[in-house]
């Protein structure tokens, strides 16, 4: 999967894909991960993207149109193909959640992600963008974490990126049987006076995934 980031700030993005397992991924070449700048489709020597809003008022400097729409046509190429999809990050009805990670793990195989700055960016960007997202009814400073938060979740459910994929489907958070994990536990099995379960040291398997049940938040 190829996944692409419109940022003007490309180094949050590389400075994050150096480490953990999106590195190793992008290193056993399961993802690929590119960044576009749109101060690169500026004309002033100044590379200036914001300016501000038609009709005044205290609302700050708006990301302009035409620099992003032309690092979105080149992220695209000349035609947009279907397994393509292009996000816009913006406060969003719409709130990212798993089913849509492992939508998008099966079906795209690249995914834009347009990440704006400063006070939103000119709503004439949203003709040419597929979905707008948020991962939260909270506001950040910019696009780039959230999209970020997407990567990762999206780019585990892809064949290679992580080990014990059977666990990915069964037993993990919002996954096929739970919302919520049940309680883990290791090594040493009493520390500070607190002890790990006896169920968890029985063997018995059947009783261990009753009480594991028990313990989690069934699914809705």
Excluded at 2 to 16: H, Q, S
Excluded at 74 to 100: E, V
Excluded at 138 to 153: K, R
């Amino acid at each position: 999967m190829k996944l692409t980031f419109i940022t003007i700030f490309p180094g949050l993005v590389e400075d994050f894909c150096k480490e953990a397992l999106i590195s190793r991924a992008i290193k056993n070449k399961k993802i690929l991960v590119k960044t576009i700048s749109p101060r690169e489709f500026t004309t002033d020597v100044h590379q200036t993207v914001d300016d501000s809003p038609y009709g005044g008022g205290n609302c700050g400097m708006i990301m302009k149109a035409p620099p992003l729409i032309s690092a979105i046509r080149k992220a695209t190429g000349r035609k947009k193909s279907a397994d393509t999809l292009i996000i816009l990050l913006t406060p969003s009805k719409k709130i990212f959640n798993q089913k849509m990670a492992v939508k998008f793990a099966n079906k795209y195989k690249h995914i834009i992600f347009v990440c704006g700055r400063y006070e939103g960016m000119d709503a004439r960007v949203e003709k040419f963008v597929d979905l707008k997202l948020s991962i939260g009814e909270f506001v950040l400073m910019g696009g780039e974490v959230a999209a970020l938060a997407i990567l990762e979740a999206t780019a585990r459910l892809l064949p290679g990126v992580i080990n014990h994929g059977e666990s990915l489907i069964h037993e993990e958070s919002y996954g096929q049987k739970f919302y919520l994990e049940y309680p883990k536990y290791t090594r040493p099995e009493v520390f500070e006076k607190m002890k790990v379960p006896k169920i968890l040291l029985s063997g018995h398997h059947a009783k261990i995934e009753e009480w594991r049940k028990g313990k989690s938040a069934t699914k809705k």
